[in-house]
């Protein structure tokens, strides 16, 4: 069973890789021929949803739907572009920066949501290209995410299963993430700087517009920028409170849904339902090659490799989580690296790096292709939507070459600390 699980995987990847299918109908394809064939039945499989990451998608998802109803996008677009003189070069700058550090402060997915529609209305009004951006605001919200505790889901899952606080990964994690936005920032300037222009006669345009008559919605503005505070605590805090992060989601998209009132049946048929349905197939998908054990022997594998070097296996950990990352979902990858690392430390072995190679190259894998985070999905759904395609090919010759240089910064700074 574990040889056709593989098959089916790498099926399902050669069709969205191909486009020669939608993505959400090859994951499905994928899905149930695992049910049909009986790896698993239907409740078996459910089991590896992770509903809780649906439940965030969701909920944010109604947020925003919501929100932007108000005129909030575009007055915060608006706003941006004249702070800057409508220089479409400098915009990039900063939205990859409020990209990374909302994300450290949020999960990824609500991260894309909130400047996805902003980064869309802002090249409207500038005209402009919107994929240049909404890439580079990809690979800042998996960037910016590696940075904290509650950034990313593998550093919440390796926080509680070691101990390590907030302040842990800011200083391990956090001066890496650092350097690499450096590398993001030069990568853009030789990518787009002389092909992202804007005419004066737009960038007049732009400075002649009153960002207050943007607001449609004062009232609900308001309300929403209260919710969105709601939020960033309740993520900040949801461990302690012993609250999962989609009940937070959920409960501010209920909540605005109420303020709302009228329409609901539209604000729901925003939902990128398609996305949905997609994560819920990979989530099966993947959870037949871990009920038939080819991800622990991945794992094992990988570890068996090394022979007990310590800094040999710190880069192998890195690297393999990270090119891993790229193609699988990284919350199944790191529950099977957690229990190995822990029976390494168990036999003596100094692990504290291991850690750090494992957030690294994890979360900073996820820039590598198109499906290997939440956040790359949602946000060229998004741009998909809005009539600007993202492709797996296009994203890839981008992504990867990025995620390569991140992991190798990522690398020299674990070596250093290594030494140190």
Known sequence: MGLLTILVFLGVMVLITTERVHRTAAALVGAAVLMLVKVFSFEEALEYVDFNTIGVLVGMMLFVAVIKRSGMFEYVAIKSAKLVNADPWKMMIIFVIITALLSSCLDNVTTVLLVGPMTIAISNLLEVN????????ILASNVGGTATLIGDPPNIMIGSATGLTFLDF????GGAVVL?????IFMMKFLYKKSIMATEEAKSKVMALDEKKAITDPR???????????IIIG???????GIQSSVIALSAAA?????KGKHVESLIED?????????????????????TGVITAMSEALIGLTEGHELLTILVILWASALISSILDNIPFVATMIPLILAMKAQGMDVELLWWALSLGACLGGNGTLVGASANVVLSDISNKHGHPITFKSYFKVGFPFMIASVFVSMMVLIIKAYI
Do not use: A, C, R
Request: hydrophobic share 60%.
């Open 220 to 230: 609900l503005m308001k309300i929403g920028i209260g919710v969105i505070i709601y």
């Open 271 to 291: 939902v990128e339902w398609s996305t949905i349905l997609f994560f819920i197939s990979l989530f099966i998908i993947v959870g037949g090659m871990q009920k």
């Open 180 to 184: 690499v936005l450096i590398v993001q």
């Open 235 to 241: 993520f900040l805090f949801h461990d302690k409170l």
């Open 170 to 173: 800011v200083k391990n994690t």
């Open 130 to 137: 919107p994929v240049p951006y909404l890439l580079m605001q």
């Open 255 to 259: 909540f605005m849904l109420i303020i």
